[in-house]
């Protein structure tokens, strides 16, 4: 029994019992070794349901529309799982909102180039934080060399040097918002982006809007990140976008103590929505 | 007339002279159509760039007019100028389709968009045709021929080794006069492009007439995540918003690209928004793209490029999409529009 | 289908998108929330002549533009009746006469005023909807001898919103074989006339469609436009007989902007004026 | 006009160029101890102008980019000790904040001297004198900010030098005969 077959046949049951009203998983997309995210609440299509090395897509946002129909059925692995926790802890859905198949996860496979995808070179959760039931055996990963060692790439670049590596890393964006739209962290029913009558960043594509949006966007989910590399998968222009989170969960954790997000549900609160007496004192 | 592909180079370095050529390069990782010069280095082996070439007739952001108080106390409106002379080198035939899909609309329906219209006069396009195409080309199904571009200028059809010269327009033809240096006569074959996909396009516009309503919608928008990925790499996407940039008493007034994707695209003063909701977003550009296009200027607003294929963070597929409305067995409703 | 013929995409100009510069002649506050405004160019003439139902792109250089029906015109000034309900409008209703506006325009089509010769004329409006209405009826009222008998019923949610008093109380009552039924949706100290919502008051006033020869305009809000259409639809009015013109949100004005669609149509450029028959036809998720 | 600076344009430093600098003051220290400094007549420069906010703890990050973004070359965020704050927390939640911000800016290649954060109470005028002399001839002396900045900025009248440049009060404007 395959992972993938247990997948299809819990999917099959939750679905004819009625205790989840729809499931999340991959399903073949068109061309070779492609998949592509599927939503299904008829039992019949749980057949359709794929598990295999090419399952790109992080599932955790679509439990939020989902939600509203019933309970929603969803295959998580690390990434997705660490998605669905921090979906709970920002109070978007409730635990018993999701029923949870966890999966170990061996890293998933660039369809293209057929190398692991960067964003799984670097993992280092890839069995589920949180599960219901357990699809197939957990799967042992050694952890990657060195978390920071882009960020620590760029730290070490002189300070003109850096300043025009990232004025041509924001020239190229073109604010097509895929970055927020896929992150687990952005789930703001009205984002400062789409406030147009604030009017806080204009819809021109230049340099200094793309800045204001980049760096806005790294400061409010900087503390909650939880590392799954899909901002920096679904760019269309390849922009390094990780660089600027771990940058920021570096700093978290060298200044206030190692904090790993989203990695249960009773977790304590993030660095920047608390603070200490004994915090280091740079201002005085 | 043939070229050979060796004296690309010299060539562009002639044409450059005096205008802004355009080639398809990869700048910063980006493919997409660069200003030929030193330290870019053209890439005709790319099948297609990431980023249309509707930026040099459409740009992301366009200064439109500069506004400020004059002497007298009253607002003055000075138009920009931007366009200027301008030869795009390499284009496709998918993508000069889409340009006659851009000429449809900003030049015709009782206005004329000057802005557009000064750029596209100004505009040189020389096609390349296409030897080899990527797995996400399905452009003959859309009525595109890899080989040939009926509005381009000069059409560069590849033969292999060479190109094979046509000048299609009295533009191309002045054009071509003074490619003496490089082009030598004779006659060669154009490799014949073998496309890996291929969708039934028949049938499909009268289809979707009766098919609002078909929960097909449901099953395709609840994956798509709604950002503007697709729209920002169509070739094709011509949705522009118009806001200003103020300072003090004078200010700019400019357009730019906008998505029918984003959120508060049709959001009214009010409150009230038509399309609320992902579905009627999702329906409304792939009917926009295969329907409504189709009934309003007689031609399919997809040219079958690929890049949203490629490039859409949940692999959602038009071409899947036609292939489900095939599928569907709702009798085709031919409205009488 | 003896419906009414509107003609589309029939307005034509250059330079679409280059506003000219105007001033405010005249402003009168209509409602608390209500204002007018008169503009002319700088050199005192009108800024463009329209047909009535016509609309125009009347905004601040400094704040953006908005669409509205040109509510009113005579051959020195155009008018635009605006609401505060949003950035730009809230800076409009911040002018005072002599101010600088810009404005473009005319955008859209206009109201069938040959298709409708000769028939009873009904019309329903509903708060700000009044303004495009007001735009047919007062050509009516010029052209009196042209159009049987008016009627118009407007509707609004409290007395302060009811726009153009003077003239709905004192002037069109008036006016030869013209009616005008007013109700409000509720209780109104101010107001001791009928209470209700404009479709059910609407059937109390049984306007039968006179087999054909009575023509039915409405403009109001999403919930009164749906209410009414059925309640007329019900009455046994024909679907070519019943015009509205639609609201959405528009940017360019000229059909290009793609913002404003309709299925195929803009409603900028082949609208904002439908027969329902015609949207009946169109995909329309407005 | 929308001024494009790209990075070269802005290196050369123009001559009589004055560093623009924004302080954000805490309403109940920071923006006090400027008033303090101001009674005292106490002079300091007039290349910073001060914007008060309720606390610093409600020093938004976006307010510095777009500073930043608008034209300004340095940005001052003061507020109060730790343990004085009005709001008891504001300046705790300040603090790691800021600390943050500031370390991704310089990450993101701004100079370290043109953001700073300083905790200046309501009775500390000299330091905020000094803090705010100091933060205008550390900005002046790294000249004009050179990031990519295509929204146009700010172009504020010229500070008036010499003696009289501090004796802000303007000088009773005496309405001349209104022409016909």
């Given amino acids: 029994m395959t992972a993938q077959d247990t997948i299809r046949a819990r999917a099959r049951e939750l679905l004819e019992s009625g205790e989840v009203a729809s499931f ?161 962290c952005c789930t703001c029913r009205e984002c400062f982006v789409d406030a147009r009558r604030e009017n806080w960043v204009g819809k021109q594509n230049n340099v200094a809007e793309n800045r204001f949006y980049g760096l806005t966007r790294v400061m409010h989910i900087g503390d909650r990140c939880i590392e799954c590399g899909e901002c920096e998968r679904v760019c269309p222009m390849d922009l390094p976008l990780m660089k600027l989170n771990r940058k920021v969960i570096q700093d978290l954790n060298d200044l206030f103590g190692e904090f790993e997000s989203s990695m249960s549900l009773d977790e304590g609160p993030e660095p920047l929505i608390t603070y200490d007496l004994a915090d280091r004192e740079e201002f005085m | 007339m043939i070229l050979n592909k060796k004296n690309l180079t010299p060539l562009l370095e002639s044409m450059a002279a005096g205008r802004d050529v355009f080639v398809p390069a990869r700048v910063d990782g980006v493919a997409k159509f660069a200003l030929f010069g030193e330290g870019v280095e053209c890439a005709f082996d790319l099948v297609n760039t990431t980023m249309p070439p509707k930026d040099l007739l459409f740009p992301q952001t366009q200064k439109m007019y500069h506004f400020d108080v004059d002497a007298n106390g009253n607002y003055r409106i000075r138009e920009y100028d931007e366009s200027r002379e301008q030869v795009v080198f390499g284009i496709r035939p998918c993508d000069m389709r889409s340009i006659v899909c851009l000429d449809e609309v900003f030049l015709t329906k009782g206005f004329v968009d000057e802005f557009y219209a000064n750029a596209r006069e100004k505009l040189l396009t020389v096609c390349i045709g296409c030897a080899s195409a990527a797995e996400t080309c399905f452009c003959e199904s859309m009525g595109v021929d890899p080989q040939a571009a009926p509005n381009a200028d000069i059409m560069l059809q590849d033969c292999g080794e060479v190109y094979r010269v046509l000048a299609q327009t009295p533009k191309g033809e002045a054009e071509v006069a003074n490619w003496a240096a490089f082009v030598e006569e004779g006659d060669a074959e154009p490799v014949a492009c073998e496309l890996s996909l291929a969708v039934d396009m028949d049938g499909v516009v009268d289809k979707l007439e009766g098919l609002y309503d078909h929960p097909i919608w449901e099953n395709l928008s609840i994956k798509c995540l709604n950002c503007g990925t697709c729209t920002y790499v169509c070739p094709t996407c011509h949705c522009f918003d118009i806001s200003q940039d103020m300072r003090r008493k004078d200010g700019v007034r400019f357009r730019c690209w906008d998505s029918c994707m984003f959120s508060e695209y049709t959001m009214m003063a009010g409150g009230h928004n038509p399309r609320p909701e992902k579905l009627e977003r999702v329906r409304n550009r792939f009917m926009h793209k295969l329907n409504f296009f189709e009934r309003r200027y007689g031609m399919s607003l997809c040219v079958g490029c690929g890049r949203c294929v490629e490039k859409c963070p949940v692999a959602l597929d038009i071409t899947r999409l036609i292939d489900d409305i095939g599928a569907c067995d709702v009798v085709p409703v031919a409205q009488a529009e | 289908m003896s419906g009414i013929e509107i003609s589309h995409g029939c307005a034509k100009g250059e330079r679409p998108l280059i506003p000219q510069v105007c001033r405010v002649v005249e402003i009168t506050q209509e409602t608390p929330d209500v204002k007018s405004f008169r503009l002319q160019t700088l050199d005192g003439k009108k800024p463009f002549d329209c047909m009535p139902g016509q609309l125009g792109m009347f905004g601040l250089l400094a704040y953006g533009e908005c669409m509205f029906v040109v509510s009113a015109q005579s051959d020195e000034w155009v008018q635009f009746t605006v609401k505060k309900v949003g950035l730009v409008t809230e800076q409009l209703h911040a002018l005072c006469v002599g101010d600088e506006v810009s404005l473009r325009g005319p955008y859209g089509n206009w109201w069938p005023t040959e298709g409708c010769k000769g028939k009873d004329m009904l019309f329903i409006a509903g708060g700000i909807g009044l303004p495009p209405v007001r735009s047919f009826l007062l050509y009516c009222l010029e052209h ?133 028959e015609e949207i009946g036809r169109m995909h329309s998720d407005v | 006009m929308s001024v494009v600076e790209t990075n070269e344009a802005a290196a050369q430093v123009p001559e009589n160029w004055e560093p623009k600098i924004i302080a954000f003051c805490c309403h109940w220290c920071t923006y006090t101890g400027a008033d303090l400094a101001g009674l005292n007549r106490m002079n300091y420069p007039a290349n910073v102008r001060v914007l008060r906010i309720p606390c610093s703890g409600r020093m938004n990050p976006q307010y510095v980019i777009e500073a930043l973004n608008k034209g300004c070359d340095g940005v001052l965020v003061c507020g109060c000790h730790p343990g004085d704050c009005h709001y008891v927390t504001g300046n705790y939640f300040a603090r790691r904040r800021m600390m943050i911000f500031k370390r991704l800016l310089e990450y993101e290649g701004l100079e370290p001297d043109r953001f700073q954060v300083r905790w200046i109470s309501g009775a500390e005028a000299g330091k905020f004198r000094d803090t705010v ?20 900025y700010f172009e504020l009248p010229a500070v008036p030098d010499g003696e009289e440049a501090f004796d802000a009060v303007p000088e009773e404007v005496v309405p001349e005969e209104v022409s016909a």
């Avoid at chain 1, 960067?118 to 890839?126: I, P």
């Avoid at chain 4, 002396?141 to 929204?151: F, V």
Wanted: charged share 30%; net charge negative; with cysteine.
């Fill in chain 4, 133 to 152: 002399m100091s933060v205008v001839e550390q900005v002046r002396a790294l000249g004009p900010l050179n990031l990519t900045r295509e929204i146009p």
């Fill in chain 1, 24 to 184: 999340v998983g991959w399903e073949a997309g068109r061309f070779a070794n492609q998949t592509t995210p599927l939503i299904i609440s008829d039992p019949a299509d749980a057949d359709k349901l794929v598990f295999n090395e090419y399952c790109v897509n992080t599932l955790a946002k679509y439990v939020r529309d989902l939600v509203p129909r019933g309970k929603v059925g969803l295959v998580v692995r690390g990434c997705d799982s660490r998605g669905i926790v921090r979906l709970i802890v920002d109070q978007v859905i409730k635990r018993e909102d999701v029923y949870l198949i966890g999966v170990g996860c061996p890293g998933v496979i660039d369809r293209k180039s057929g190398e692991p995808l960067k964003k799984c070179t670097e993992c280092r959760h890839n069995n589920p934080v949180i599960c219901d039931e357990m699809a197939g055996d957990e799967v042992a990963k050694d952890a990657p060399a060195d978390r920071f060692a882009e960020v620590r790439e760029v730290e070490l670049m002189a300070q003109p040097e850096r300043s025009r590596y990232f004025e041509s890393i924001y020239a190229k964006c073109i604010r097509c918002y895929a970055c927020r739209d896929v992150c687990p």
């Fill in chain 3, 144 to 276: 009196r001898e042209d159009f049987g008998r008016i009627d118009l019923v407007y509707s609004g949610s409290k007395y302060d919103d009811l726009v153009f008093k003077e003239q709905l109380f004192e002037i069109w009552p008036n006016e030869p074989d013209m009616h005008v039924h007013v109700s409000l949706y509720r209780e109104d100290p101010q107001w001791s006339g009928d209470i209700g919502y404009t479709a059910p008051y609407l059937e109390t006033l049984d306007l039968g469609p006179e087999d054909g020869n009575r023509v039915a305009v409405i403009c109001g809000g999403p919930s009164l436009s749906r209410t009414c259409r059925e309640s007329l639809v019900k009455a046994g009015f024909d679907e070519g007989n019943i015009i509205t013109t639609l609201e959405m949100r528009m940017k360019c004005g000229v059909g290009k902007c793609g913002r404003c669609n309709m299925g195929g149509h803009f409603i900028c450029l082949d609208g904002p004026i439908f027969t329902l």
